[in-house]
């Protein structure tokens, strides 16, 4: 059974930075996707960035490139995701996932969630 654990969320001031995890279990992950997404109150869940891991290609949202990195570490089987210069608009809940496909860029393209974490970025 596969499970995704996020953790790393906080409340952090506009401008500053946090990293997110997502430890994987559950299966091996070389032939899926993992992939970060976010929610906002009131808003659609919203794609950040996913990591093939096989092949360590990374994809992001247009908005977030510069700011934002994902990266893994085969070892521990985790996911992370670094976000530096955070603004309020950055407030969400932020989930991770993972998808035997590819391709696509929706929610529905991913097969496993997790709980997601909070993170709040105060003016």
């Known amino acids: 059974q596969v499970q995704l654990v996020e953790s790393g969320g906080g409340l952090v001031q506009a401008g500053g930075s946090l990293r997110l995890s997502c430890a994987a279990s559950?299966?091996?992950?070389?032939?899926?996707?993992l992939g970060w997404f976010r929610q906002a109150p009131g808003k659609e869940r919203e794609f950040v960035a996913y990591i093939i891991w096989s092949s360590d290609s990374t994809y992001y949202a247009d908005s977030l490139k510069g700011r934002f990195t994902i990266s893994r570490d085969n070892a521990k089987n985790t996911v992370y995701l670094q976000m530096n210069n955070l603004k309020p608009e950055d407030t969400a809940v932020y989930y991770c996932?993972?998808?035997?496909?590819?391709?696509?860029?929706?929610?529905?393209?991913?097969?496993?969630w997790g709980q997601g974490t909070q993170v709040t970025v105060s003016s």
């Open positions: 559950g299966r091996t992950f070389s032939s899926y996707r």
């Open positions: 996932a993972a998808s035997r496909r590819f391709y696509g860029g929706s929610p529905f393209d991913y097969d496993y």
